[in-house]
């Protein structure tokens, strides 16, 4: 199957700084990516969608001023989380779907963000 | 709003099939997948069902959908320890993959 790769896989940073996730589709083009929030021993939410070219969509209840998402090639997605604290701790996964009839998605291998 | 309902664990002998089940209440759920996550890692498609089919199998993976009833389920045949991991039910409308529904899964132990 195709690759999505994350990067980078495990992150810590300090509380109130920004930290920026990567997801990459390696050998295929993404007109969609997909962004994952996952809790401890929980499923996955989906926080927002994201396409090449255009605004992110977010899913209820999530602040898309806090999660900032850039989808600027068909090859890369990234979300930032701004100003970040020790709630946004958390496993981020994104996935990448080819195109808009493409009934698979690829998951990254995921991020661990740490903030302390 | 949709949900995705499943057991949170199961426990079988190395070798012994395993069934793993989930039922969801969207009617129009038209793709219905099992990811299998490893600790730390992300999400790996396992196999996926379209809703207007019945069974679909793939080696050692069956999947059984009753429509009706709303009910997946994951059989994995001669189970291995490699098998141990969290597996994820999920749903999908139209050709949306990728935007789907998880359940919060079943972490599947596989004991020697």
């Known amino acids: 199957g195709a690759v999505v790769s994350q990067h980078p896989s495990r992150v810590i940073c300090k509380s109130g700084t920004s930290v920026k996730i990567e997801c990459r589709s390696l050998?295929?083009?993404?007109?969609?990516m997909f962004w994952y929030r996952q809790f401890p021993k929980k499923s996955l939410m989906l926080m927002a969608t994201?396409?090449?070219?255009?605004?992110?969509?977010?899913e209820q209840g999530v602040e898309k001023d806090k999660f900032l998402i850039n989808h600027a090639s068909l090859t890369l997605s990234t979300l930032t989380v701004t100003s970040a604290h020790p709630e946004d701790s958390s496993f981020y996964i994104c996935?990448?779907?080819?195109?808009?009839?493409?009934?698979?998605?690829?998951f990254g291998q995921g991020t661990r963000l740490t903030v302390v | 709003g949709e949900d995705v309902e499943q057991s949170l664990f199961l426990s079988v002998r190395e070798g012994d099939s395993s069934v793993i089940n989930c039922t969801y209440t969207?009617?129009?759920?038209?793709?219905l997948y099992w990811y299998k996550q490893e600790p730390g890692a992300g999400l790996q498609l396992l196999t996926y069902?379209?809703?207007?089919?019945d069974m679909k199998q793939d080696q050692r993976l069956t999947v059984l959908l009753n429509k009706k009833d709303k009910h997946l389920s994951l059989r994995i045949a001669d189970t291995q320890t490699g098998d141990s991991a969290i597996y994820f039910c999920?749903?999908?409308?139209?050709?949306?993959?990728?935007?789907?529904?998880f359940g919060d899964g079943t972490t599947l132990t596989v004991k020697p």
């Open positions: 996935s990448a779907r080819a195109g808009e009839s493409d009934t698979e998605a690829f």
């Open positions: 050998d295929f083009q993404a007109t969609t």
């Open positions: 994201s396409n090449e070219g255009s605004k992110a969509t977010y």
């Open positions: 969207d009617s129009s759920s038209t793709y």
């Open positions: 069902i379209f809703s207007n089919m």
């Open positions: 999920a749903e999908s409308m139209g050709t949306n993959a990728g935007k789907s529904t």
